[in-house]
């Protein structure tokens, strides 16, 4: 048996070492940079400490990062947010990948023959053996030796080995980064009653919402309250920002394409070449279509208007000429009628939908003329330049976050974190939305701190009012704690007092409590009491209350013993990988870290 399956770090190294920055750039031939000190070049994206990084090694981290979004969502298109966060995401990879390697060097990090040797008898990355799995999924611990042994078994030995010869340093570094997490005793202990803990509890207290209900804040304790608590209404940098929008639609030349199209389906109808049914199979782009384009019985009330007149008009049996909606063109058949008073009130027909999209000389011709728009402007012309050009939009947006869509343009991230990284008076490269291009005109930022009092006022009177309410709901819980704690009944105080009362189903620390919420500190307060035990306080953000344990699960040691240590893993996991995101943090804001993509793109 090999060692490695009786030691879970070296485990969770190898994972470190592999997923260090969420991929690594090993020995297939993949340039992650350029010379250090190199002239900035064509063929780089960015710097960081003087060595350049490569387009290539950018193209390919972002298509790797797309591939990720495509597994885990298959049946959706990435959206333009999802492509600028794989561009994002890709960068500081990268970004984060020449740091570690710098880093590695300058320690002196390097792996020998003999710890190539022992990694291969004694533990082996997770990755290698993927490819030797029993029938339950387990790793073949047989199998994997006699292919060790065995040069015909089809497995490439040398690249392996540079795939670990390249991932042990980079597994010392991590090893030399997290050498001080630990784990305490109490913490793994706390985990394990928050997953297995169970308990029934009564409770009394006050919902927030019953009290002070007619209180409003003055001016004067208002702005005190501010004064006092201005930290906790900060905000982040935000971006100020022209942008001219343009819409990627049809144009009539494209309608007039599948207009034609449309009639060609028509005759082929027509002269018996095919059945509607079947047109509606092969060129319908509606739900209708496997059922051969049927919209069942409907009124005058149901349809676009041109799509009713159509429809209304069109003798039984009849196939219309392309009726053009917002949707497409359609061609309509009346199956059946039906009358009232003589006028036709309601038809039975069916349809086969030919969307319009906008075709490549379209989109081509769009691109070009926001093109030429980005290169005639300037700071000073901007927005006059944009306003006299009817198919554009002007838009003046309020500031934003980094990170959020320019505010009334969805899907535009891409374009607002430009605003962040570009000097001001900048213009931006075409950007792209669903279904717009765009263009922002970078107008700087505004700093982090404090937001105006004027932008909180409401949050800070509903802060006081929360604050009233607990107070006075503190002042009302008190009275009845005692006298349970004098020895009444919980039941018979709170119906006295006009309280809540209730007494919980089975709970776990991520259940709801009706009427005092879900996964709140009263779970957790209750998952570590005793039976019989009072707790007279307990706060949510619903209100104040008094609880009492009546059963709890026991505790079981057997369990306990047996996922001690599974649990100790986790916690050590989640806090050494804490302590690595932290020290690239760390590096990040020391380095030197240049990011070319957008001039680039100009």
């Not at 387009?55 to 979004?69: E, I, K, P, T």
């Not at 792996?111 to 290698?128: G, H």
């Not at 639609?249 to 059945?275: C, F, H, M, P």
């Not at 104040?544 to 306990?560: E, G, H, M």
Request: aromatic share 8%; net charge negative; proline share 4%.
């Amino acid at each position: 048996m090999f060692k490695f399956l009786r030691s879970n770090a070296k485990f969770f190294y190898w994972i470190i070492a592999a997923t260090f920055i969420a991929f690594i750039f090993v020995a297939w031939g993949m340039d992650v940079s350029g010379s250090r000190g190199a002239h900035r070049g064509g063929n780089a994206i960015g710097a960081v400490n003087g060595v350049e990084i490569s387009a290539m090694a950018y193209d390919n981290a972002v298509r790797q990062v797309q591939a990720s979004m495509r597994r885990n969502a298959p049946d959706r298109p990435i959206t333009a947010n999802q492509a600028a966060m794989a561009q994002d995401q890709a960068w500081q990879q990268l970004v984060r990948e020449r740091i570690m390697l710098d880093e590695i060097q300058r320690l002196g990090l390097t792996v020998t023959d003999a710890e190539i040797l022992q990694i291969f008898r004694e533990s082996p990355p997770p990755e290698i053996l993927q490819a030797f799995t029993d029938e339950n999924g387990q790793p073949d611990l047989q199998a994997y030796q006699a292919a060790l042994g065995n040069p015909d078994s089809g497995i490439n030995w040398r690249e392996v080995e540079n795939y670990v010869r390249q991932n042990v340093p980079r597994q010392k570094l991590a090893q030399i980064i997290t050498a001080g997490v630990t784990v305490s005793d109490d913490s793994v202990r706390e985990l394990y009653v928050n997953q297995t803990g169970r308990v029934v509890a009564e409770y009394m207290g006050v919902a927030l919402n019953d009290l002070a209900a007619d209180y409003e804040p003055s001016d004067e304790e208002i702005q005190a309250y501010y004064q006092a608590n201005g930290g906790l209404y900060q905000q982040g940098r935000r971006g100020l920002a022209k942008v001219a929008v343009w819409e990627v639609k049809a144009s009539e030349s494209d309608y007039a394409e599948v207009r034609d199209l449309a009639l060609e389906i028509k005759r082929s109808i027509e002269s018996g070449e095919q059945t509607f049914e079947a047109a509606a199979a092969v060129y319908s782009e509606d739900a209708t279509a496997d059922s051969g384009g049927d919209l069942g019985t409907f009124d005058r009330n149901r349809m676009v208007a041109p799509f009713t007149e159509a429809a209304f008009s069109l003798p039984v049996g009849q196939i219309s000429d392309p009726i053009r909606t917002e949707f497409g063109y359609h061609l309509i058949e009346v199956l059946e009628q039906e009358k009232e008073n003589g006028e036709v009130a309601r038809v039975h027909a069916r349809h086969i939908l030919l969307k319009v999209e906008p075709s490549e000389e379209t989109r081509d011709a769009i691109y070009q003329h926001v093109n030429e728009f980005r290169t005639a402007v300037n700071r000073t012309t901007f927005l006059t330049t944009a306003g006299e050009d009817s198919t554009c939009q002007v838009l003046t947006p309020r500031p934003f976050l980094e990170g959020r869509d320019i505010p009334g343009l969805a899907q535009s991230s891409a374009g607002g974190r430009f605003v962040f990284r570009a000097k001001i008076g900048a213009i931006s490269p075409i950007y792209s939305t669903d279904q717009n291009l765009y263009v922002v005109l970078a107008d700087g930022t505004e700093p982090a701190g404090p937001r105006p009092l004027e932008e909180v006022r409401g949050q800070v009177s509903m802060a006081l009012k929360r604050e009233r309410q607990r107070t006075e709901a503190e002042a009302k819980l008190s009275p009845a704690v005692g006298r349970v704690q004098m020895g009444e009944t919980m039941a018979k105080v709170a119906a006295d007092l006009g309280l809540l009362h209730a007494v919980t189903d089975t709970l776990s620390a991520n259940a709801n409590v009706p009427d005092v919420g879900y996964a709140t500190p009263f779970n957790t307060v209750a998952l570590r009491s005793e039976v019989g035990q009072m707790v007279p306080e307990v706060a949510t953000t619903r209100g104040v209350f008094a609880l009492k344990v009546l059963w709890k699960k026991p505790f079981d040691d057997a369990d306990w013993a047996a996922r001690r240590d599974q649990l100790r893993d986790l916690l050590l996991r989640q806090k050494q990988n804490q302590a690595l995101e932290a020290w690239f943090a760390e590096r990040e804001e020391a380095a030197k870290i240049e990011d070319w993509r957008d001039t680039l793109s100009l």
